[in-house]
């Protein structure tokens, strides 16, 4: 059973110090299939076709749900940090999970195909 389902990307959000964050875009990915489209056709692509892939990673604790969150995604923000604080933060992060048993990260993914116009 998946306790407190918060979305990792909110989770962290509201962990880490906004000083470092404000101003600054947590991740970009086309949200909709409309967006990707408008990306696609300003690289010229014609014939789109779009297909929408969501799936939930659960985890037994919001320790392995951090871990596996700061590999695969987000983490890149933590660039923007002054060294001597990345490391504070990222602890801080990781207990906010565990502390409110963050277990989930949900995968949202828009997939587009097109080919190039001649």
């Not at 892939?53 to 919001?62: H, L, Y």
């Not at 995604?73 to 604080?85: E, I, L, Q, V």
């Not at 990222?90 to 993914?109: A, C, K, L, N, P």
Request: net charge positive.
């Amino acid at each position: 059973m998946v306790r407190n389902c918060w979305e990792a990307v909110d989770a962290s959000f509201r962990a880490v110090p906004k000083r470092h964050v404000l101003g600054y875009r947590l991740e970009y990915w086309p949200m909709s299939e409309k967006s990707l489209a408008r990306m696609m056709e300003g690289c010229g692509l014609v014939g789109l076709r779009f297909k929408r892939v969501i799936w939930r990673n659960v985890f037994p604790s919001g320790g392995a749900a951090f871990d596996f969150f700061a590999a695969v995604s987000s983490s890149f923000w933590y660039g923007r940090f002054p060294p001597d604080a990345v490391g504070s933060t990222v602890d801080r992060t990781r207990r906010f999970f565990q502390d409110h048993g963050i277990t989930q990260v949900t995968d949202d993914v828009v997939i587009g195909h097109g080919v190039k116009r001649r």
